[in-house]
Antibody
Framework: EVQLVESGGGLVQPGGSLRLSCAASGFTFSNNAMNWVRQAPGKGLEWVSVFSGSGGSTYYADSVKGRFTIFRDISKNTLYMQMNSLRAEDTAVYFC????????????WGQGTLVTVSS | DIQMTQSPSTLSASVGARVTITCRASQSISSWLAWYQQKPGKAPKLLIYKASSLDSGVPSRFSGSGSGTEFTLTISSLQPDDFATYYCQQYDSYPLTFGGGTKVEIK
């Protein structure tokens, strides 16, 4: 059974940093594209970033490029998102979501972790 | 970036009704389109991929159609469990983009 469990969310001041984690199980982590998708309170879904499967390529939304970094630790089956220079508009629930190949739907989603950027 | 436009943004319907949601892409995405259902406080759930393929376990009352730039999600007979928000999403190219969502409410 595929399981994705996010952690690391919390309250952070504007300009601060936070690292999110997504622990994956039930599939071969290294062969699958893994994404971060966020949802601001009361708003729609916004794709944030992807770490592709075997190729290791990364892509980012323009809204986070240069501030967020996606990476993974295959030995721990864990996906990360390092978020720096956080802004109020980054406040959202962050979901990790499993693709398959680099271009695929998002087959499985975690339950999400809430990031609040506020002073 | 490919823009995805969904309509309507809100839809009121009764149990048993046939419901159709439309999604338009700003450029051709072939059939690289997915539909998700999201209930309050929960993660989205994949319903349909490749425009018309039903994900495993999804009831057959859900169907998808279209290609290129015009797509539809149809619920043939709305059930109480179907009241939720629905999103389309293109996966033709990065950045992946979602439609703004359609909230299906009880009439």
């Amino acid at each position: 059974e595929v399981q994705l469990v996010e952690s690391g969310g919390g309250l952070v001041q504007p300009g601060g940093s936070l690292r999110l984690s997504c622990a994956a199980s039930g599939f071969t982590f290294s062969n699958n594209a893994m994404n971060w998708v966020r949802q601001a309170p009361g708003k729609g879904l916004e794709w944030v970033s992807v770490f592709s499967g075997s190729g290791g390529s990364t892509y980012y939304a323009d809204s986070v490029k240069g501030r967020f970094t996606i990476f993974r630790d295959i030995s721990k089956n864990t996906l990360y998102m390092q978020m720096n220079s956080l802004r109020a508009e980054d406040t959202a629930v962050y979901f990790c979501a499993k693709g398959s190949s680099s271009w695929s739907p998002l087959w499985y989603w975690g339950q999400g972790t809430l990031v609040t950027v506020s002073s | 970036d490919i823009q995805m436009t969904q309509s309507p943004s809100t839809l009121s319907a009764s149990v048993g009704a046939r419901v159709t949601i439309t999604c338009r892409a700003s450029q051709s995405i072939s059939s690289w389109l997915a539909w998700y259902q999201q209930k309050p406080g929960k993660a989205p759930k994949l319903l349909i991929y490749k425009a018309s393929s039903l994900d495993s376990g999804v009831p057959s009352r859900f169907s998808g159609s279209g290609s290129g730039t015009e797509f539809t999600l149809t619920i043939s007979s709305l059930q109480p469990d179907d009241f939720a928000t629905y999103y389309c999403q293109q996966y033709d190219s990065y950045p992946l983009t979602f439609g703004g969502g359609t909230k299906v409410e009880i009439k």
